[in-house]
């Protein structure tokens, strides 16, 4: 009989109050289990006693630790850095699975979507096309992408189209350059200005032209004697020996002139100014 008295009384309680306790006199939501039976009969239990509890509000909302939940499912360990999640069949080593976003905490400790990139963020890939809210630097036009991708475009100080990385490497801006500017070029061309300023020495051979005819005055000695054979008529001269020497006027010089011609040997070929490369396409995050 006071099984059945107390069974009636629950139901009436329970009635009454819209409110059913398992373990406590003094339940705290719609349903309320005490795992411990520790809570007081009055009253809200404390932190720790509500550790072992677990509740379900008019609102839907489920509490595991905590008797006053604010979310659809909420958990307190009582443990600091400890969620009081667990997961069977799935751990750090589980393969990951594409198409899926990664869960983060907010500030709150609400269960959110966390960001896998900032918008700016900058990134290589081998893949193809955009995807997940990355956009392929491209230089396209920023009024052709999604609405949030073009707010995210224009915060980030890009006017009229995003920057074009096709075929240029990614550097670090100086205080004085602009962020999304290019720059710089994939060959280089070697000029007179950019080579060394040195002196080629070496010898030159040749000769003199043949053009150089010219004459010399020869002095004749004077008639040393006559003798006479007896008459006028057999009369001959003995003259002294025909030695002279030419006149000291004949001083003279040669001009040697002449051009010396040094080949560089080269052919002007256009040198490519890149470092060894791996193909890959580069992206920027603008949001999903």
Same mark, same amino acid.
């Given at each position: 009989?006071?099984?059945?008295?107390?069974?009636?009384?629950?139901?009436?309680?329970?009635?009454?109050?819209?409110?059913?306790?398992?373990?406590?006199?003094?339940?705290?939501?719609?349903?309320?289990?005490?795992?411990?039976?520790?809570?007081?009969?009055?009253?809200?239990?404390?932190?720790?006693?509500?550790?072992?509890?677990?509740?379900?509000?008019?609102?839907?909302?489920?509490?595991?630790?905590?008797?006053?939940?604010?979310?659809?499912?909420?958990?307190?360990?009582?443990?600091?850095?400890?969620?009081g999640?667990?997961?069977?069949?799935?751990?750090?080593?589980?393969?990951?699975?594409?198409?899926?976003?990664?869960?983060?905490?907010?500030?709150?400790?609400?269960?959110?979507?966390?960001? +896998?990139?900032?918008?700016?963020?900058?990134?290589?890939?081998?893949?193809?096309?955009?995807h997940?809210?990355?956009?392929?630097?491209?230089?396209?036009?920023?009024? +052709?992408?999604?609405?949030?991708?073009?707010?995210?475009?224009?915060?980030?100080?890009f006017?009229?189209?995003?920057?074009?990385?096709?075929?240029?490497?990614?550097?670090?801006?100086?205080?004085s350059?602009?962020?999304?500017?290019?720059?710089?070029?994939?060959?280089?061309?070697?000029?007179?200005?950019?080579?060394?300023?040195?002196?080629?020495?070496?010898?030159?051979?040749?000769?003199? +032209?043949?053009?150089?005819?010219?004459?010399?005055?020869v002095?004749?000695?004077?008639?040393?004697?006559?003798?006479?054979?007896?008459?006028?008529?057999?009369?001959?001269?003995?003259?002294?020996?025909?030695?002279?020497?030419?006149?000291?006027?004949?001083?003279?010089?040669?001009?040697?002139?002449?051009?010396?011609?040094?080949?560089?040997?080269?052919?002007?070929?256009?040198?490519?100014?890149?470092?060894?490369?791996?193909?890959?396409?580069?992206?920027?995050?603008?949001?999903?």
């Amino acid at each position: 009989m006071k099984n059945i008295l107390l069974l009636i009384s629950l139901f009436i309680s329970s009635f009454a109050f819209s409110q059913t306790g398992i373990n406590t006199i003094n339940p705290q939501a719609t349903l309320h289990v005490d795992g411990a039976k520790d809570n007081p009969a009055t009253g809200t239990p404390s932190t720790a006693q509500q550790i072992n509890d677990f509740v379900v509000t008019a609102a839907g909302n489920i509490g595991v630790g905590i008797t006053t939940p604010t979310a659809k499912l909420q958990v307190r360990s009582g443990t600091n850095g400890i969620s009081g999640l667990k997961f069977d069949n799935v751990n750090n080593a589980t393969a990951t699975t594409s198409s899926t976003a990664l869960l983060g905490i907010d500030a709150s400790g609400n269960v959110v979507i966390a960001a +896998s990139a900032i918008t700016g963020d900058i990134k290589n890939s081998v893949r193809t096309a955009d995807h997940n809210g990355w956009y392929l630097l491209d230089g396209r036009a920023i009024s +052709s992408l999604p609405a949030n991708a073009q707010t995210a475009a224009t915060a980030l100080g890009f006017a009229s189209t995003i920057p074009n990385a096709t075929d240029r490497f990614l550097k670090t801006k100086t205080g004085s350059e602009t962020i999304g500017n290019t720059g710089g070029n994939n060959s280089l061309t070697i000029l007179q200005t950019n080579l060394p300023n040195v002196t080629f020495t070496g010898s030159i051979t040749g000769s003199t +032209s043949t053009a150089g005819s010219h004459t010399h005055t020869v002095e004749r000695p004077s008639k040393q004697a006559d003798t006479d054979r007896g008459t006028a008529a057999s009369s001959w001269s003995i003259d002294s020996l025909q030695n002279g020497a030419t006149t000291p006027n004949g001083d003279h010089t040669h001009t040697v002139s002449g051009t010396a011609t040094v080949s560089s040997g080269g052919s002007g070929t256009v040198l490519d100014n890149r470092s060894a490369y791996l193909i890959v396409n580069t992206y920027i995050y603008l949001g999903q």
